[in-house]
């Protein structure tokens, strides 16, 4: 799939069958929260996912159902294997609860979007938006500065710079949500059973 030719997909085909989804960016973000919330288990965020994304009629099988979850919240692009350990070293660098103000802003800076107006933006429009924000708003320093590797900076000032806008905005949670991602997916397009993981 590709923006810039083909139309943001609002159903999932499976074989002959197409499947409404549930398109609007808010489902990608409470996705993506549900499945950093410890107080369900595994097997709950999996079925839940099935729910927010798949109102009323479910895909057959919760291996295809799995794969369609994973592929339209991934953008149509495969699922790349092997970002858990990436993104471990990384660490994580934005929250969609703590950092909603400063994302909300950088929207409606940069394009004009009130993000709590907008009746329906799809969320791969979303995530081409939000992946595109300028490296000069507050949301891009933020992030920006709690990803920077302290030991590559030289300068003395510029390094107590960084350090202290770290701890002004630090994440207060330090769950890998990647990792967790990841889980769900291996167990999602293995046919596992998400209640073991």
Request: hydrophobic letters at 40%.
């Amino acid at each position: 799939m590709n923006l810039l030719v083909d139309p943001a997909p609002t159903v999932y085909t499976l074989g002959d069958k197409e499947y409404p989804l549930n398109t609007s960016f808010r489902f990608g973000i409470l996705f993506e929260q549900m499945m950093l919330d410890d107080a369900l288990s595994n097997r709950e965020k999996g079925l839940a996912a099935l729910e927010l994304f798949f109102p009323g009629i479910l895909p057959t099988g919760e291996n295809e159902a799995g794969s369609a979850i994973l592929w339209f919240y991934n953008c149509g692009k495969p699922w790349k294997r092997g970002s858990t350990a990436r993104m471990r070293r990384a660490g994580k660098v934005f929250d969609y609860d703590q950092d909603d103000g400063y994302i909300f802003a950088a929207f409606l800076e940069q394009y004009g979007v009130d993000l709590e107006q907008v009746q329906d933006l799809h969320w791969w429009k979303f995530k081409a938006m939000f992946d595109a924000l300028r490296p000069d708003c507050l949301f891009s320093k933020i992030v920006e500065w709690r990803s920077t590797d302290l030991t590559q900076v030289k300068d003395p000032k510029e390094k107590k710079f960084i350090q202290e806008m770290k701890q002004v905005y630090r994440l207060r949670k330090s769950v890998d949500e990647q990792e967790k991602l990841d889980l769900i997916a291996d167990a999602l397009m293995g046919g596992g059973d998400l209640s073991k993981l």
